[in-house]
């Protein structure tokens, strides 16, 4: 009997896949996919494998949920940060991109081991962010050519276009090996040489208060 058929005989707990994910998304993040089993999880947790396959069919599954979350907690971020009125353009741009920088935090590894052990779900995490960045991007530019710190003349659409591929090619594991960059680097400089070129000149000036040095 396959540990899914026999896994279905027990009840299946929010409470416990919320348990089985954090322990995953951390062991994912610090050593990579194929350093991930099923077994090494359940030993982890104290829990039986039985008890992991009723809420993860697969360790794919697992790391697919995580990268779903992983975008999803960026977009709902960033949903909540460029809502709020209190804070200027140039704040909520700073504060984005210090948040991406910490969630960028990882080995170059983790993507090379992703895209080699598992192309299919480096192949997911990809379009993930290719749907991500119109949306991010988007809201971004609109709100600063309304503020007036982006030039009105950058038509919106067409720079988010022309971001998209790029930091798609820049956080490839060829390019972050190539430049030997970590990932939250490669956002770093990315983004401040992306709206350096777009900004308007108080944009710009309000911009650098906020760069690190």
Known sequence: ???????????????????????ARTHFFAYGYSALTMDGLAAELGMSKKTLYVHFPSKDAIVEEILRDFVANVRASADTLFGDTSLSFTVKLHRFSEAM??????????????????????????ELRHKNIPHIFGLL?????????????IDAEFAVEFWRPAIQALMHPDTLERLQLSPDEMFRRSINLFFGGILTPAGRKDHEKHLTP
């Open 141 to 153: 530019l609109r709100e600063g050519q309304a503020a007036g710190m982006v030039r009105v003349d």
């Open 1 to 23: 009997m396959s540990s899914s058929i026999a896994a279905s005989a027990v009840p299946a707990d929010p409470a416990t896949r919320d348990r089985i994910l954090a322990a």
């Open 101 to 126: 920088v910490k969630r960028l935090r990882v080995s170059p590894f983790i993507f090379r081991d992703l895209q080699r052990a598992a192309p299919h779900l480096f192949r997911h995490m990809e």
